[in-house]
C-alpha cells in the first residue's frame, strides 16, 4: 500500500485509525485467486503475460498473482516493479519520494502488461505508470489489477480486474495488507 496510506504512517501529525474491515485474509485470498483465473482467461493464457507491481502497495499483489498463476497453469509468468515516483503529475504539488528501485528484468515490448496496484483512486498513479512503462518498451496491450477501487477518479482509467469496489469518501483511506483491507481515516496524532 502506499507508504502515505499505511496505518501510524504519520501524515501531517496525522495517524491511521481503521473505521471498518472490509476484507479479512481470506477474503484477499480468494479476491487473488478469482483474479488471476479471469487474467487466465481474458488472455487465453501466460505465454506472453508480465505481472508489474507499483511500489508500495502493489509489488506483493503481483507477487502472489504469480504464485497463484504458477499454480493454476504450471507457467511462471515474470513479476517487475515499477515505482512511479517521477512520472507524477503532481511533482512540486507534494512531496515525492521514491520508495523502492524500479526492477524490470525484461523488454516490455510486445508483451501483455497487467500493472497491479492496491488501490485505484484518482487514477494518477496509474497515468504515471503508463507513462513509464514506455522507458523498458512498447507494450502489445496493456491491463490493469487493483485489489479495490474506491471510485473518485479524476482520468479516464477503468481497471480491468478488481478484488472489490468500495465507494468511499475523499477524506477516507484504505490500508490494503495480506491479513484484510481496512478504511478508515488519518486523525491528529497530538491530544
Excluded: C
Excluded at 18 to 28: C, K, P, T
Excluded at 127 to 134: G, N, P, Q
Excluded at 178 to 189: I, P, Q, R, S, T
Amino acid at each position: 500500500m502506499a507508504d502515505l496510506e499505511r496505518p501510524n504512517t504519520p501524515l501531517d501529525g496525522g495517524v491511521f485509525h481503521a473505521r471498518s474491515e472490509i476484507m479479512n485474509a481470506d477474503g484477499v485470498r480468494r479476491a487473488l485467486w478469482r483474479m488471476s483465473h479471469e487474467i487466465l482467461e481474458q488472455n487465453r493464457g501466460l505465454s506472453e503475460l508480465v505481472l508489474v507491481g507499483l511500489e508500495v502497495g502493489g509489488v506483493h499483489l503481483a507477487q502472489k498473482l504469480a504464485e497463484n498463476l504458477l499454480e493454476i497453469e504450471k507457467q511462471k509468468v515474470p513479476v517487475g516493479t515499477l515505482d512511479v515516483a517521477f512520472y507524477r503529475d503532481d511533482i512540486g504539488i507534494r512531496q515525492v519520494t521514491p520508495s523502492n528501485p524500479t526492477d524490470m528484468p525484461f523488454d516490455l515490448t510486445s508483451r501483455i502488461v497487467v500493472l497491479v496496484d492496491d488501490v485505484l483512486f484518482t487514477g494518477r498513479t496509474i497515468r504515471a505508470a503508463m507513462d513509464a512503462i514506455v522507458d523498458f518498451g512498447r507494450p502489445a496491450a496493456v491491463q490493469l489489477a487493483v485489489m479495490i477501487d474506491r471510485g473518485h477518479r479524476e482520468l479516464p482509467i477503468r481497471p480491468d480486474y478488481v478484488g472489490k469496489n468500495v465507494p468511499t469518501r475523499r477524506d477516507e483511506l484504505v490500508d490494503v495488507t495480506e491479513n484484510g483491507v481496512l478504511l478508515g481515516v488519518m486523525k491528529d496524532a497530538k491530544p
